[in-house]
Structure formats: structure tokens, C-alpha cells
């Protein structure tokens, strides 16, 4: 049985309060593109929220894989080079995979 670091349980806090958070605001988004469409069949603001919602998806499977990254033992591991990802990074950052020097 592997011992979570301190970082990964502070991390996995916030990375739930985080996935929390965005299906809030995803629900919103998707409910709100549909109630408009019953009065109005094609808005401007539809198409925006459903961009919105996108990327809202794309962060919160960001989030999952940092979550599956926590619970395998890789998290604070890059995904491209294999080294160790600076704590400070993953402070600001905690879904990133990547660590600084890969990130661009």
C-alpha cells in the first residue's frame, strides 16, 4: 500500500473542490443554452456557451487524469520526460502533467 505525500492529499483536495466546481459551471452552461432555445431557436449566446462548455470539459478531464495520477502513484511525474514536476508549479497548477521545461 503506497503513502500519499502531503502535496497529494492537499492536491486531490483541491483538484476535487475544483471538478466540484466545473460541473456547476457546466450544468449551468448546458442548461442555460437549452432554455434559450426553446424561445429563441438559434442565438449567438448558444454557440458561445457551447464553446464554453468545451472547454470546460477539456479542464475537467484534466483534473480526472491528475486525480488518476494521484491514485497510481504518477502524479508530480511529466508525461514527457519522466521528471519530477516542481512543487511550486504543481501548487499553482494541480492537474498539470507536464513540468515546466515541457510545457513550453
Request: hydrophobic fraction near 40%.
Amino acid at each position: 500500500m503506497r503513502v500519499w505525500s502531503r502535496l497529494e492529499w492537499r492536491q486531490q483536495s483541491q483538484l476535487l473542490d475544483e471538478r466540484y466546481r466545473l460541473r456547476r459551471l457546466h450544468d449551468g452552461l448546458r442548461v442555460a443554452a437549452t432554455s434559450r432555445r426553446d424561445y429563441e431557436p438559434h442565438d449567438v449566446t448558444d454557440d458561445e456557451a457551447a464553446i464554453q462548455a468545451d472547454a470546460i470539459e477539456g479542464r475537467l478531464a484534466a483534473v480526472d487524469e491528475a486525480l488518476e495520477r494521484i491514485d497510481s502513484g504518477g502524479y508530480g511525474i511529466c508525461l514527457v520526460c519522466g521528471s519530477g514536476i516542481a512543487d511550486e508549479r504543481l501548487e499553482a497548477l494541480p492537474a498539470t502533467a507536464l513540468c515546466l521545461s515541457c510545457a513550453g
